[in-house]
């Protein structure tokens, strides 16, 4: 047991080992495969690796980790993963259209991860706090998930694409990598983070001017009810071609 600061609510309580990225996420990526699934970044030289760490470390309370779990998380995941009642997936020729979706979700969801991960003292993100990320977007991020109301949206943009490959010894995995996440700035003026997960790639740009504005498949907006998620080729990401390439050549341990 472990007396503190519970990150979210702020007040003092009896934490909980915490997931930045949910823990169903980690089981799926582990579970019936004999080599690793997780992509670390900085301390296994971009490979992919075979691990037990979960990335969990104390940072909420029982109740708050709850209330993520029960508003955001088990949500997402089933609204994403074609699980959840009353959302219909829809398979088009080079997108696939969800229906009846609470994109507001979708996005303090992601939100979320992120927002843990920027107060996480895990190693695995550490590269985050030598960003220097101010405190106060910190905490606006806090707010936001903690009041269940969404960030100034003018200020960034979310984007969910699916995995897919045409690599034959890849097609049937479920391509459930985790990776951690990176960040770089955009050719359009956007600082781009993505994080890997569950088979979708999470996208949330900072927009470098307020009324800059992202548009096309995949782009989250909370007014509407249909999301269109483009299918995207895994090895066409620079995050996870590398890894992916070394594990074609070296073969499955």
Not at 2 to 26: A, D, M, T, Y
Not at 102 to 110: F, P, S
Request: proline content about 2%; overall charge positive.
């Amino acid at each position: 047991m472990k007396i503190g600061i519970c990150k979210l609510c702020k007040n003092q309580k009896e934490l909980r080992i915490s997931h930045v990225v949910p823990r169903s996420v980690f089981k799926r990526a582990l579970k019936g495969f004999n080599f690793g699934l997780i992509l670390d970044h900085k301390y296994n030289n971009n490979k992919v690796v075979n691990t037990q760490d979960q990335w969990a470390t104390y940072l909420l309370c029982a109740e708050c980790e709850h209330q993520l779990n029960i508003r955001y998380e088990k949500y997402s995941l089933g609204a994403l993963r074609g699980e959840m009642r009353g959302v219909k997936h829809q398979e088009k020729s080079d997108y696939l259209q969800i229906v009846n979706i609470d994109q507001k979700r979708l996005i303090l969801y992601v939100i979320s991860i992120l927002w843990r991960a920027l107060e996480s003292d895990h190693r695995v993100f550490k590269e985050l706090n030598d960003l220097e990320i101010s405190e106060q977007i910190k905490e606006h991020l806090r707010l936001s998930i903690y009041n269940n109301i969404l960030p100034r949206t003018q200020f960034f943009s979310v984007r969910i694409s699916k995995l897919a490959t045409t690599i034959d010894e890849f097609k049937d995995l479920s391509l459930s990598f985790i990776t951690n996440f990176s960040f770089k700035a955009d050719t359009r003026g956007f600082v781009r983070s993505l994080i890997i997960m569950d088979g979708h790639s999470f996208e949330i740009f900072f927009h470098t001017t307020p009324n800059s504005r992202l548009t096309g498949l995949g782009i989250l907006k909370t007014n509407k009810k249909i999301l269109k998620i483009p299918r995207i080729e895994a090895f066409s990401i620079p995050e996870l071609n590398q890894s992916l390439m070394r594990m074609l050549g070296t073969g499955k341990k």
